[in-house]
């Protein structure tokens, strides 16, 4: 079974570009999740879907940053226009919480590391 | 805002030895923590859960929660090079929405 993955790896964009993030969550899982950690400090939730929904968007830094999730498949991630402290890992995680599991786990992708200069 | 406190390290041991990672959270009303896993450059991996006072044994790994002192620790039995990784403690803080402490890191030394 695949994990979850992410596209690209790396990104190095000038300040003011325009980056989109691409997550694919294990497959037929509802839930997926955004979290973003910026050097040194922890990971930090962004947004949670439930297939095409958002469920919670909490921590969206403020309104340069979008994510969808069309379908209920693959999430996108679009930071406009990008700013220096933006820069950091970007993880995806998906999960499918129910059934004998009395607990969410989450499987995380490998992350997109994300440079603004 | 619900904290998760971790000494970021780098704890040290020999291998064989066990490795105590410990953690402190703020919110007295949080009730299920995990454990994850992250080598250098790769995601994280849950290692552990737990949601009731006492220990949790899995393998080598024995998972601690104190509700009362507010602390999550994580003990590695026979600790191997390979278990050398940052140890993130997090909890559950509803709604599927999970806070993750900045990590511990082990090292140990063959």
């Known amino acids: 079974e695949a994990g979850v993955t992410q596209f690209p790896s790396h990104s190095v964009i000038e300040k003011g570009q325009t980056v989109t993030l691409r997550c694919d969550p294990i497959s037929g899982h509802d839930n997926l999740y955004w979290y973003r950690r910026v050097m040194g400090k922890e990971i930090k939730f962004l947004l949670h879907f439930v297939k095409e929904s958002k469920q919670d968007e909490s921590g969206m830094p403020n309104n340069r940053f979008l994510a969808e999730r069309t379908g209920g498949t693959y999430s996108t991630l679009k930071v406009q226009p990008a700013e220096l402290e933006d820069s950091g890992v970007y993880f995806c995680?998906?999960?499918?919480?129910?059934?004998?599991?009395?607990?969410?786990?989450?499987?995380f992708g490998p992350g997109t590391r994300l440079t603004v200069l | 805002q619900k904290e998760v406190e971790q000494n970021s390290g780098p704890l040290s041991v020999p291998e064989g030895a066990i490795a105590s990672l410990n953690c402190t959270y703020s919110d007295r009303g949080s009730q299920s923590f995990f454990w994850y896993r992250q080598y250098s450059g790769k995601s994280p991996e849950l290692i552990m859960f737990?949601?009731?006072?006492g220990d949790k044994e899995d393998g080598r790994f024995t998972a601690q929660l104190n509700k009362a002192s507010q602390y999550v620790s994580l003990l590695i039995r026979d600790s191997q090079p390979s278990d050398s990784a940052t140890y993130l403690c997090a909890l559950d803080a509803g709604g599927f929405k999970t806070i993750f402490g900045a990590g511990t890191r082990l090292f140990v030394k063959a």
């Open positions: 737990i949601y009731s006072n």
């Open positions: 995680a998906s999960s499918q919480f129910g059934g004998m599991r009395s607990y969410n786990e989450q499987f």
